[in-house]
């Protein structure tokens, strides 16, 4: 096996300095990987048993170090919304429309907000991704009542008759 290469000076005066800080447990072990290398001289099998991680994630931290220098000793997060079809800012926008008929009065469907966003995209779209797109933005099902809150039942049905229809 060939021998593992050199840690660069500029690298180690950057390795000092972020040893001085305060780290996660993630960053800590990742620290850990390159020091114990660079100060001990320990093979990459005895820091991967030390800090209880495979011999291969110890060679990628330490190439990607001597690649890169301290943001590679940083946590990133993960995850995002690597396929969505708008942003964020784009979607909101989308629905403003759809907001202004809704104040009017009108009814509004699902139905209705993935036609218009097929018409939009150029493309099919599934009904689910409207609905998480409505959930994202922070819309929320909301029904027509049956019946108005203050009906009077003895006057529709004086209506249903046609009594009040010469009053």
């Known amino acids: ?48 048993k030390a800090v209880k991680w495979n011999v291969n994630t110890v060679r990628l931290i330490q190439k990607d170090f001597i690649r890169r220098g301290v943001p590679a000793l940083i946590k990133t997060p993960r995850g995002g919304r690597y396929h969505a079809l708008m942003s964020t800012e784009e979607e909101k926008e989308f629905l403003c429309g759809f907001e202004k008929s809704g104040v009017k009065g009108t009814l509004l469907t699902v139905e209705n907000i993935k036609k218009k966003l097929e018409e939009k995209l150029g493309k099919p779209v599934h009904a689910s991704t409207v609905y998480r797109m409505l959930e994202r933005n922070g819309w929320r099902k909301i029904a027509p009542r049956p019946r108005h809150a203050k009906r009077n039942a003895e006057t529709a049905e004086a209506f249903k008759k046609g009594a009040l229809a010469n009053d």
């Open 1 to 48: 096996m060939r021998p593992p290469e050199p840690i660069p000076s500029e690298r180690l005066e950057e390795l000092r300095e972020f040893g001085k800080a305060k780290w996660s447990i993630y960053e800590f072990k990742r620290f850990l990987c390159l020091w114990l290398r660079a100060e001990s001289g320990l093979s990459t099998e005895a820091i991967a």
